[in-house]
Nanobody, 122 residues
C-alpha cells in the first residue's frame, strides 16, 4: 500500500520558486510529525524541514528564510513552498512521517515514496 506520494518538482532557474506536495495515507499522517528531506547526487539524504502535528516548524540553516513547510490535516497533505531557489537546492525531495528530536536526530515512521526531482539552473 502506497503511503506517500510526492509531486510538484521540476526545472527552475535560480531565484525561482516551486511548491512541493506530499499526499499521505491517513494512517501515516494523522498525529505524526512530517518532514521534507532531500538527497543530492553523491550525498546522504538530509532533513530540511519539519512540521509537528500541532504546527511547530523547524528548518535546516541552508533553507531557513527561503522554504516554508505547511500541512493540511483535512487533506492528509504536507507542502513545501520553496523560494529564492539556488543551484545547490538541486536534489530529489522526499517526505515522510517521523518521530522528531532534532534535525539530525529523528526516526522515520513510513516507507519512502518515489520522491520528486527539483533541478535549479544557474
Amino acid at each position: 500500500q502506497v503511503q506517500l506520494v510526492e509531486s510538484g518538482g521540476g526545472l527552475v532557474q535560480a531565484g525561482g520558486s516551486l511548491r512541493l506536495s506530499c499526499a499521505a495515507s491517513g494512517r501515516i499522517f494523522n498525529g505524526n510529525s512530517m518532514g521534507w528531506f532531500r538527497q543530492a547526487p553523491g550525498k546522504q539524504r538530509e532533513l530540511v524541514a519539519h512540521i509537528a502535528s500541532g504546527g511547530t516548524t523547524n528548518y535546516a540553516e541552508s533553507v531557513k528564510g527561503r522554504f516554508t513547510i505547511s500541512r493540511d490535516n483535512a487533506k492528509n497533505t504536507v507542502y513545501l513552498q520553496m523560494t529564492s531557489l539556488k543551484p545547490e537546492d538541486t536534489a530529489v525531495y522526499y517526505c515522510n512521517a517521523l518521530r522528531y528530536y532534532s534535525l539530525l536526530n529523528y526516526a522515520i515512521r513510513g516507507s519512502w515514496g518515489q520522491g520528486t526531482q527539483v533541478t535549479v539552473s544557474a
